[in-house]
């Protein structure tokens, strides 16, 4: 025990002087203090950002969508991350076994009985740190992996979300195409009606009918994209196909608050900037590891047990026994196998740094580009209801100008396609500002918890 001890001094000594140098790594660029785009403040942001549409259906879709199969594949990846690094922490500690033993044999009329058992402790402990080291990478490998289940249950999310906006939008198409097609046949029974009493030609009639049958293709193209959108969502959330027929889905207003918050905290809520952090300390980590590798390593290991033998004899006794020993040991010649191990994880401690950077970089620009989405695709929402109104004012006019023999039916035929036009630009205004509603909370890092 004495030597083992000695030993292990020895090499504390050495261990001491062991200290990892990591080259430097390039000084990561300035957070800016706010965003270029107008944003309300902080407080206005909710992690539940899909509530803001106030849509049952969504709430009912989302708790469907944490159930997912991606979502799942990831926690099963999470779970094998515990795993190792559970197993890397155990390393560190002794490990303990037991054994025992028992024959009985006959020689020369001589039956001997004998029993044996052993307990023994084997223990390296961390002299140089690499063990430690390592198991702080796999502790760090673990958090990445907990922000990637984040960031692929917010991803599931936001293209639910996604789907129910575009299902929703193309249903408002084809409402709105639908509504011209019945105010088409409405001027094309009035039409019908005049030109049998004589107060106009054939024309009007032919008129009518040729911009209805026009207007009965419209509506067909975009019930084909609301059928495609729900079942691109059912596929999505594992659902069998026409699972959702009966649901409808409805567009949100478009009056959503551009709410962030600031820069520094976007970054640290988002899941995949915390994922790449944590897959940076872990290859500084490995880095560390690899440097300490140079260093000895000392490793101990005890014994005790006992022996029974019947009858003795000179040659096999009963009683107990036990050992001690320790050993220490030093790399002297790797022939490149600890540089090129320590060069490699140098190298990807550096792409971990420059993903990182990135990924940070990334992140500015996403928000910013959804606060500039959202505000424009409000202001087109806004003017292109006030459009719809006089859409609806001008039909009503023409309308009652042509029952009443003062314009042709061409000024209705106008106004109606107008109207549906602009009804189903205000559709589209709408989803705009739903999708950029979207990408700017998924760019906040919200919805991951």
Avoid: K
């Avoid at 195409?177 to 409405?186: I, T």
């Amino acid at each position: 025990m004495r030597r083992a001890l000695v030993l292990m001094g020895v090499g504390a000594s050495i261990a001491a002087c062991a200290a990892p140098v990591l080259p430097p790594l390039e000084a990561p660029r300035p957070v800016p203090g706010t965003w270029t785009q107008a944003a309300l403040p902080a407080q206005t942001v909710d992690d539940r950002w899909w509530r803001t549409f106030d849509d049952p259906l969504i709430d009912r879709l989302i708790a469907l969508a944490d159930t997912t199969d991606d979502v799942a594949l990831a926690a099963a990846r999470l779970r094998e991350a515990e795993a190792r690094g559970a197993r890397a922490r155990a390393l560190l500690r002794p490990e303990v076994a037991a054994s025992g033993s028992a024959d009985s044999a006959r020689v020369d009329d001589l039956e001997q009985s004998q029993a044996e058992g052993l307990a023994s402790l084997i223990w390296s402990p961390d002299l140089n740190g690499a063990a430690g080291a390592r198991a702080r990478s796999a502790l760090a490998a673990t958090e990445a992996e907990a922000a990637r289940f984040a960031a692929v249950r917010q991803a599931t999310r936001g293209q639910t979300v996604r789907l129910v906006v575009l299902w929703a939008e193309a249903d408002s198409r084809a409402a709105a195409g639908e509504a011209a097609v019945v105010a088409l046949e409405e001027t094309l029974r009035v039409a019908e009606t005049r030109a049998r009493t004589g107060l106009t030609s054939g024309l009007d009639p032919a008129s009518a009918r040729a911009e209805l049958a026009a207007a009965r293709a419209h509506p067909l193209a975009a019930r084909q994209a609301a059928h495609e959108a729900r079942l691109a969502l059912e596929a999505l959330l594992g659902l069998t196909p026409g699972a959702l027929t009966e649901e409808r889905p409805t567009l949100p207003g478009a009056h959503l608050a551009a709410g962030a918050a600031p820069p520094v905290e976007v970054l640290a809520r988002r899941p995949d900037l915390r994922a790449a952090e944590a897959d940076l300390r872990a290859a500084g980590f490995d880095a560390e590891a690899a440097r300490r590798d140079f260093w000895p390593t000392v490793s101990l290991s005890a014994a005790l047990g006992g022996r029974w033998v019947d009858p003795e004899t000179p040659f096999s006794v009963s009683g107990p026994f036990g050992s001690v020993a320790g050993s220490l040991s030093a790399p002297l010649f790797s022939f490149g196998r600890l540089e090129t191990a320590r060069d490699g994880t140098d190298a990807l401690r550096d792409q971990a740094a420059i993903a990182y950077r990135r990924a940070a970089t990334q992140a500015l620009a996403e928000v910013e580009t959804a606060l500039a989405a959202l505000s424009w695709a409000s202001a087109r929402a806004r003017v292109l209801e006030q459009a719809v109104v006089a859409a609806n004012d001008r039909r009503d006019l023409a309308d009652r100008r042509h029952r009443a023999g003062v314009t042709s039916i061409l000024d209705v035929l106008t106004a109606d396609l107008a109207l549906s036009q602009v009804t189903a630009d205000l559709a589209g205004a709408r989803a705009d500002v739903a999708r950029a509603w979207i990408a700017l909370s998924l760019a906040q890092g919200l919805g991951a918890g």
